[in-house]
């Protein structure tokens, strides 16, 4: 299945299930009250909730897009651009598209240095990105934190599959300071 395929399949799903959700609330939860009281009606409620929670939660980490800012000079040629990936700096620029919960594109501008492979959600998040300290509270911040990279997923328009083979193995090398 290609990458195209799968961006619109999630799409479709989770505003399936959003409609599903807004179909049981509005229109079967009313109708059930009237003929059989609370627990029907708290079933349905429920009944139309958990598919839309579900397909959030397992889907919200899926990366449809990722770009990088190149230098000019590594825009010159094949073998300037794998040495630059090569030595990648912790500050290089990316920019990950995933899907925000309506099926829209949401995009998250980060630093290939605040990348960290990882294993959360049982195993659908495979990268996290560990921003640096900021002043603001948790709440307040609404970066997208966890990544989904699939093997294979990053196609499309790629000029050149290297590159990202390479920037997938130096993020796994470990770019910026180290945890403690």
Known sequence: MTKTCKTV????????????????????APAYF????????????????????????ITSPFVTYIHMRLPIYARRSKDILIRFVRTLSPEAELEMTTMTYFGMPGSTRLRAGELRPAKKRFGIVNFIRVPPPSHKPAWWRKDVRDFFVGPGQIGGRIREMDVWDETLNAIKRGLGPKQR
């Open 9 to 28: 399949f999630l799409g479709c799903l989770k505003l399936t299930t959003v409609f599903l959700f807004i179909f049981s609330t509005l229109f079967l």
């Open 34 to 57: 009237q003929m059989g009281g609370w627990p029907l009606t708290s079933a349905i409620l429920v009944g139309g909730a958990v598919p839309m929670v579900f397909v959030g939660y």
